[in-house]
């Protein structure tokens, strides 16, 4: 069979068929163009867009919602000189803003994530149980909802903010485990760095979109649209989901029969849908859930300081104005969205034509993705006033990150593909607790926002990055494990 794949790989494609057949192995295909599990890619990457949206949205606000004058009455400086910008319109300011402290702020950018940890298994659970389209639609339909009741809540007290945030994470916690329980029905082995990568490109969409559109917003009408107007982009998204999804192959009205079987016989060597047992002995005792665990808070403590804080570092330290902040925190996710998507792939070409094995393009991925974030968020504190450097490092620094959306981050889906759901909320568990607690310390060690503080958060994050991608590199696999399905079987590992 090694022969013929070989052979399958440098003959004409009717040739290749042929003989796949004759060694016994499926030659059953489907095109990707205009299927329906890229249209569910598609329609994913959506709504990954929405969620991420609403959840960057209120850092770029954060900007224009506090009242930044000193006792005598004079705008407060940043480290670094201010740059030159246009005056802004009177209307800019027609909403309220508030006296919230640097510790206040950090409980409030880290509120969602209170709520967001909270229903990470139980929505695992839940997706594989009842099914995850109906869970993921009112997941973000319900963020949605609390998103549009956020500047009320502002005016009530920071309290009731919190509250509202704290809300909105418990709606959006169901989507990464409803999305990859999911895609355990929908996504053939060989294609999953592509269409997952695609689906989840929509997170970076939503940040790039986002920071920049919010500035925007701010500057010619006021904090508060900016939380309506993602919220009807969200409706509109849900009434599409609901219309259009389904939660397998063989319950889509559409789908053509050749994608049906082309899907479910890439699949049926590796789902197991015994009743509701689920072998949770077996999982929590997993090393490589636990290697996977382990790399995902590591990226995630990067990744969620600079989402949260980016836009405040870009403001307090570089000096750059609301309708600047915006565009320039945007960059480093246009980066990152663009090496998920070429790295989903090069992921799968080289498992698919060139034979790697997954657990080493697993590994080698997480191990790009997670070391040159880590060397350049640690390059852009010492840039000092380069703003051009500072932005060029933040940049690269997330960008190389993307490309771990082919390594630990679809690895749920190789070692335990019938439990993907549950996988997922478990190492997200973890992976969310760099959100609760990566604010709230990032802005307690610079009260003053100079460049040496800012050194220390970087530092922090860049090592704990390190630590992630070793343990990750040491104890990940690329193997349905023996606990996932009753006949062990694997693609290329």
Known sequence: KGQCLL????????????????????????????SSRYGLSLLSCYGF???????????????????????????????????????????NHTASVYDWDSETQGWILGSFFYGYILTQIP????????????????????????????????????????????????????????????????APPME???LLTIAYTGAQLGTVVALPLSAQICFYLDWTWVFYIFGIVGIVWFILWALLVSNTPSTHPRITEQERLYITSSLN?????????????????????????????????????????????????LGFSIKENGALSALPYIGCGLLAVLGGQLADYLRENC???????????????????????????????????????????????????????????DIAPSYAGILLGI????????????????????????????????????????????FYTVFGQGVVQPWAVHNPHSHGN
């Open 7 to 34: 052979r399958f790989a440098r003959s004409p494609s009717f040739t290749s068929q042929l003989s796949l057949f004759l060694c016994g192995l499926p030659s059953l295909s489907a095109p990707a163009c205009c």
């Open 49 to 91: 867009f929405v969620a991420y949206a609403l959840r960057v949205n209120l850092s770029v606000a954060m900007v224009d919602m506090l009242n930044n004058t000193d006792a005598s009455g004079n705008t407060s400086k940043s480290v670094c000189p201010a740059h030159s910008s246009p005056a802004r319109p009177i209307y």
């Open 123 to 186: 929505g695992g659970y839940l997706a594989r149980k009842y099914g995850a389209k109906w869970l993921l639609g009112l997941g973000i339909l319900g963020t949605v909802v609390f998103t549009l009741l956020t500047p009320m809540a502002a005016d009530l007290g920071a309290g009731y903010l919190i509250a509202v945030r704290v809300l909105e994470g418990i709606g959006e916690g169901v989507t990464f485990p409803a999305m990859h329980a999911m895609w355990a029905f929908w």
């Open 192 to 194: 999953r760095s592509r």
């Open 269 to 317: 060597k590796e789902l197991t849908l015994s009743g509701d047992h689920i072998p949770w002995g077996s999982i929590l005792t997993s090393m490589p859930l636990w290697a996977i665990v382990v790399a995902h808070f590591s990226y995630n403590w990067t990744f969620y300081t600079l989402l949260t804080l980016l836009p405040t570092y870009m403001s307090d330290v």
């Open 355 to 413: 034979f790697y094995r997954t657990v080493v393009v697993r590994k080698a991925f997480s191990l790009v993705g997670m070391i040159g974030p880590a060397v350049f968020i640690v390059a852009a504190g010492y840039t000092g006033c380069n703003y051009i450097l500072a932005v060029a490092f933040l940049s690269i620094s997330s960008s190389l990150g993307g490309i771990v959306a082919s390594g630990f981050n679809i690895n749920h889906l």
């Open 427 to 470: 190492t997200n568990s973890f992976a969310t607790i760099p959100g609760m607690v990566g604010p709230v310390i990032a802005r307690a060690l610079t009260k003053n926002n100079t460049i040496e503080e800012w050194q220390t958060v970087f530092y922090i994050s860049a090592g704990i990055n390190l630590f992630g991608a070793v």
